[in-house]
């Protein structure tokens, strides 16, 4: 069964500090799909980004950037230099092939603090 | 170019109620999904679909039940609903892009259920 952990529910830092969210998965799949997702306090989920497991590749956009490593079956998630408005909820999330099966971590709570 | 829309936005249900929650995408999307979001749980998928007139259950399908009769359309039924059904309930949908291919989804904005 596949499977999202995302160990930290909470995390508060100060405006323009760094900070790192962690997301661990499980799947006996060889093709599948990771997201990360925002859901901002208005309540609406917007994507973000989106791997395959067989793009290795870290990726970079504007002050966002994620770490994916399937040695460890992690898919973290850095924001660097925060800002108030990155305030949110942050979901990790695991897809199979085909659109089947999409299995969302609890979440991680992210205050940005002025 | 509306997206997701979700019908309703809110609800108030007693116990042994029956709704339906209409979901809509004018995207040409092939998949779509019905998720339930309850505090410190995150997303649980209920059911899905990849096309019309197929659907598939999800993580929590117990009490619910869906139809994909047109492409652009997905409803979620709650046939006896019950106490534990408050949540709130978030559509989406997917394009597809290339076989096999699982692509970001696009949510709709959500609709409160409340079960007395």
């Known amino acids: 069964a596949q499977k999202v952990t995302q160990a930290q529910t909470e995390i508060s830092v100060v405006e323009k500090e760094d900070v790192t969210l962690d997301c661990v998965y499980e799947?006996?799949?060889?093709?599948?799909?990771l997201f990360w997702y925002k859901q901002p306090p208005s309540g609406e989920l917007v994507f973000l980004i989106r791997?395959?497991?067989?793009?290795?590749q870290n990726e970079i956009s504007g002050r966002y950037s994620w770490n994916f490593q399937k040695s460890t079956s992690s898919f973290n998630f850095t924001i660097t230099a925060s800002q108030v408005v990155d305030s949110a909820v942050y979901f990790c999330?695991?897809?199979?092939?085909?659109?089947?099966?999409?299995?969302f971590g609890p979440g991680t709570r992210l205050s940005v603090l002025p | 170019n509306a997206g997701v829309t979700q019908t309703p936005k809110f609800r108030v249900l007693k116990t042994g109620q029956s709704m339906t929650l209409l979901c809509a995408q004018d995207?040409?999307?092939?998949?779509m999904y019905w998720y339930r979001q309850d505090p410190g749980m995150g997303l649980r998928l209920i059911h899905y679909?990849?096309?019309?007139?197929?659907?598939a259950k999800g993580e929590v399908p117990d009490g619910y039940n869906v139809s994909r009769l047109k492409k652009q359309n997905f409803l979620l039924g709650l046939e006896s609903a019950a106490p534990s059904q408050t949540s709130v309930y978030f559509c989406?949908?997917?394009?597809?892009?290339?076989?096999?291919?699982?692509?970001?989804?696009?949510f709709g904005p959500g609709t409160r259920l409340t079960v007395l």
């Open positions: 799947t006996r799949d060889t093709t599948y799909y």
């Open positions: 791997r395959n497991s067989f793009d290795e």
């Open positions: 679909s990849v096309g019309e007139g197929t659907t």
């Open positions: 999330a695991l897809s199979e092939a085909y659109g089947q099966n999409f299995v």
């Open positions: 989406a949908s997917s394009r597809l892009e290339t076989e096999s291919q699982t692509n970001e989804q696009f």
């Open positions: 995207m040409n999307h092939e998949y």
